[in-house]
């Protein structure tokens, strides 16, 4: 590859990670549009599509996923804090599904935005084991909302279980994209990391006092 070919593609890099990184810290000025509890039916296609019809949820998978490839030395461990973000979400899914009653959701939801950002925009690193506990903590609050926002006459077992597994999967489509912008932003862009984490900190914020 020549000189010029690598410029371009550096500045073509450069400018996908700029836009990516914008897009995310940008997010924090959206209203926040919630769940229409009302519209969701137990289908693999309502459960693929359920995270990302809410921005709490969106930003904080991606933000899980952005955070974790942040502080990784290597492919493996960029894997751990989503997997176990997942794991937990499914626990609070569980108790949402089963009609429990958990405290506090919609704070500690909002809460979850603010530490996440603040632990992108600050680089944190932390062992493995508290990072895993953070997210997953915070897991089980988002878990705990994608269930309980399925009516009760939502359908069969089956139906339910297609639900589940859809947005687990796009759960880890998210943490994907995170890692892979995380990445991006590592190599190329560190301050725009921490603009972002800034950003879904103050959305965070922002949920807590609307």
Known sequence: MNHAEHANRSRAVRLATVGASLALASAAAVAHPGHDATTVGASLFAGLLHPFTGMDHLLAMVGVGVWSALGARSPREALRMPFAFVALMLAGAVLGLAGMSLALVEPMIAASLLVIGLLVALRAKLPAWAGMAIVGGFAVFHGYAHGSELPATA?????????V??????????????????????????????????????????????
Do not use: E, K
């Open 165 to 210: 597994g859809g947005f687990s999967v796009a759960t880890m489509v998210l943490h994907a994209a995170g890692i892979g912008l995380g990445g991006a932003l590592r190599r190329h862009a560190g301050w725009l990391a921490r603009l972002a984490g800034a950003g879904v900190a103050l959305y965070g914020v922002g949920l807590m006092v609307a």
């Open 155 to 163: 359908g069969a077992l089956p139906a339910v279980a297609a639900y």
